[in-house]
């Protein structure tokens, strides 16, 4: 069974640009969360989705994130236009909907802005 | 979340048990104790839970005091590959409205 994916595994963008980050739960995971982690600092919590509904947003820095799960399988988070404090590391995490059970996280992707 | 306070860092010689305590002095009833890690480069990774008994599984084993107030995360024989930063975590066991809320945690160093 394939894990959480997550594309790019780098990107690389100049200030004022556009970046999309993808993240492809496991799959039948109603699930998914996304998480940051900048250099230094504790990984934050940033959204869930429950299907294709934001259950909690709490986490959102400002409005230049969105992010979106159309038809409740993957999700994009875009950052438009990016500040050089977005700089980090962004985790996807997929999990069941049965209680009990754990996330699973992808690999992340390093986002740098210069 | 309770919150939990762990050591910020500890070394243990490869082939040991490694032995990382966690406070969690003002956990309720109904919170289970989590345990993730996070090796360089790689996203977290789920260890183990529990709420009061002792458990055990491929990874590691946790261990938590009778009055459930602090627990030890137990790496039996700890290998370089378990040079990460591991993250004690108390919450209600996940749910529909469940989120992971990591702390600073405790970077473990292996030494060969």
């Known amino acids: 069974e394939a894990g959480v994916t997550q594309f790019p595994s780098h990107s690389v963008i100049e200030k004022g640009q556009t970046v999309t980050l993808r993240c492809d739960p496991i799959?039948?995971?109603?699930?998914l969360y996304w998480y940051r982690r900048v250099m230094g600092k504790e990984i934050k919590f940033l959204l869930h989705?429950?299907?294709?509904?934001?259950?909690?947003e709490s986490g959102m820095p400002n409005n230049r994130f969105l992010a979106e799960r159309t038809g409740g399988t993957y999700s994009t988070l875009k950052v438009q236009p990016a500040e050089l404090e977005d700089s980090g590391v962004y985790f996807c995490?997929?999990?069941?909907?049965?209680?009990?059970?754990?996330?699973?996280f992808g690999q992340g992707t390093r986002l740098t802005v210069v | 979340d309770a919150k939990t306070t762990q050591p910020t860092s500890m070394d243990c010689a490869e082939g040991r048990a490694a032995n990382l305590p966690c406070n969690h002095s003002t956990i309720s009833g109904n919170e289970y104790v989590y345990w993730y890690r996070q090796i360089h480069s790689q996203g977290p990774q789920y260890i183990i839970h529990g709420l009061k008994n002792n458990e055990t599984n491929e990874m590691a084993s946790l261990i938590i005091t009778e009055d459930r107030k602090s627990s030890t995360l137990i790496l039996p024989h700890a290998t370089l590959r378990d040079t990460a930063v591991y993250y004690c975590?108390?919450?209600?066991?996940?749910?529909?409205?469940?989120?992971?809320?990591f702390g600073k945690g405790t970077r473990l160093h292996i030494l060969p």
């Open positions: 995490a997929s999990r069941p909907s049965r209680d009990g059970t754990e996330a699973f």
């Open positions: 989705f429950v299907k294709e509904s934001k259950q909690d």
């Open positions: 799959s039948g995971h109603d699930n």
């Open positions: 975590i108390v919450r209600v066991i996940m749910n529909r409205d469940d989120k992971i809320i």
